[in-house]
T-cell receptor, first 114, second 117 residues
Framework: ETGVTQTPRHLVMGMTNKKSLKCEQHLGHNAMYWYKQSAKKPLELMFVYSLEERVENNSVPSRFSPECPNSSHLFLHLHTLQPEDSALYLC?????????????FGPGTRLTVT | SQQGEEDPQALSIQEGENATMNCSYKTSINNLQWYRQNSGRGLVHLILIRSNEREKHSGRLRVTLDTSKKSSSLLITASRAADTASYFCATDADVNAGGTSYGKLTFGQGTILTVHP
């Protein structure tokens, strides 16, 4: 266990549904990240939060809406997704934003959009 | 263009053999990290090497960095079946986003290592 949990672990949703992914870290970190991992593609950084403030939106479509209510929780709200959004969504956290800091990853949510 | 690219894409070896994976990148970096991912799970940090370091060891892991060639290698010695996983290199470079600087990690596509018992 890395100290980062994600729920649900698997999610199947239709293109008209609205769902949310949840991430929680128990490490006292102050930076949190959402990544997308698609088959045969490198891990893509989606969003970066530091002290609950969004630092980076890496050109992510508006059908993905992040929320960080406190430094321990991070959500990804999903609506009107497309089949190409099917992927493994990984949450990570770190102590600070420096690239030298180790990132701790959750187990991911396997999302299938039908 | 992709920052980190691993080579080979897949590697199959017998238990006890050494496994070497390579990573090449294109732009200047601050640090390079290696991560491991078991199938369908999150990534686990293995080791970090700074741009002013040439070699680093951690248990059965040995990482080298050649900034002149913009490449790194990860060597796993005396491999075990439990080492079967995907291995990723990640380079970090400072990015300024709306006035806040952060170290963005850019991951390669990974090397799939299979160690046969």
């Amino acid at each position: 266990e890395t100290g980062v949990t994600q729920t649900p672990r698997h999610l199947v949703m239709g293109m008209t549904n609205k769902k949310s992914l949840k991430c929680e870290q128990h490490l006292g970190h102050n930076a949190m990240y959402w990544y997308k991992q698609s088959a045969k593609k490198p891990l893509e950084l989606m969003f970066v939060y530091s002290l609950e403030e969004r630092v980076e939106n890496n050109s992510v479509p508006s059908r993905f809406s992040p929320e960080c209510p406190n430094s321990s929780h991070l959500f990804l709200h999903l609506h009107t997704l497309q089949p190409e959004d099917s992927a493994l969504y990984l949450c990570a956290s770190s102590y600070g934003l420096a690239g030298s800091n180790e990132q701790y990853f959750g187990p991911g949510t396997r999302l299938t959009v039908t | 263009s992709q920052q980190g690219e691993e080579d080979p894409q897949a590697l199959s070896i017998q238990e006890g053999e050494n496994a070497t994976m390579n990573c090449s990148y294109k732009t200047s970096i601050n640090n390079l990290q290696w991560y491991r991912q078991n199938s369908g799970r999150g990534l686990v940090h293995l080791i970090l090497i700074r741009s002013n370091e040439r070699e680093k060891h951690s248990g059965r892991l040995r990482v080298t960095l050649d900034t002149s060639k913009k490449s790194s290698s990860l060597l796993i010695t005396a491999s075990r079946a439990a080492d079967t996983a995907s291995y990723f290199c990640a380079t970090d470079a400072d990015v300024n986003a709306g006035g806040t600087s952060y170290g963005k990690l850019t991951f390669g596509q990974g090397t799939i290592l299979t160690v046969h018992p």
